[in-house]
């Protein structure tokens, strides 16, 4: 089952904060967050693991709701760098095959 | 580490044709998993390995398709023949564990236009 992001896309100013969401209708193990820019692969950003955690290195954190079946994505005082299209991957069991929802775009102007 | 190497990076071919996409994955990760990116259809799995057995092929989208793992360092993903529809780019991905908590490591893609 695809989880749903939201938004689809956002636009932000350097400097503003955004939240990006991930939800799935189904009990969740695991929840991770990748980063892709044009034309590249997508690269890792964390991985939230069951047990409700809250995770974050330099300005990007994320939390995990295991009851509520969602994960949030924070970006604080966003960079230029910050571009791309953000994916959340949920895995339902240890097994390690996740499905990857449709993506949020997030565009960051100086 | 390199990371994750596929090949080749880009394959125009015609259709009906045979296309061979490879993959070496990171020494040492158990995991392999195959992804097709396009616009319309967004990050699909086709199919994943754990530890060079495959577990999951109900991605694959025909009898088009097919993969291989014959060792830990070296899988395939062929499609015979190929269609207009099967261009996209596809990624192959490799992870340890999940619960190791270091996610998946993607390859540069291989872009596949079918004309």
């Known amino acids: 089952q695809q989880p749903v992001q939201s938004p689809q896309a956002v636009i932000l100013r350097e400097g503003e904060d955004a939240v990006i969401n991930c939800s799935s209708s189904k009990a969740l193990y695991s929840v991770h967050w990748y980063r892709q820019k044009h034309g590249e692969a997508p690269v890792f950003l964390m991985i939230l693991l069951k047990g409700g955690e809250q995770k974050g290195h330099d300005k990007i954190s994320a939390s995990f709701n295991e009851k509520k079946q969602q994960s949030s994505l924070y970006l604080t005082a966003s960079q230029l760098s910050y571009s791309g299209t953000y994916f959340c991957?949920?895995?339902?069991?240890?097994?390690?095959?996740?499905?990857f929802g449709d993506g949020t775009t997030l565009t960051v102007k100086p | 580490d390199a990371g994750v190497i596929q090949s080749p990076r880009h394959e125009v071919t015609e259709m009906g044709q045979e296309v061979t996409l490879r993959c070496k994955p990171i020494s040492g990760h158990n995991s392999l998993f195959w992804y097709r990116q396009t616009m319309m259809r967004g990050l699909e799995l086709l199919i994943y390995f754990n530890n060079n057995v495959p577990i999951d092929d109900s991605g694959m989208p025909e009898d088009r398709f097919s993969a291989k793992m014959p060792n830990a360092s070296f899988s395939t993903l062929k499609i015979q023949p190929s269609e207009p529809r099967d261009s996209a780019v596809y990624f192959c991905?490799?992870?340890?564990?999940?619960?190791?908590?270091?996610?998946?490591?993607f390859g540069s893609g291989t872009r596949l236009t079918v004309v």
């Open positions: 991905a490799s992870s340890l564990p999940v619960d190791v908590g270091r996610g998946y490591t």
């Open positions: 991957g949920t895995m339902n069991t240890n097994a390690g095959k996740s499905t």
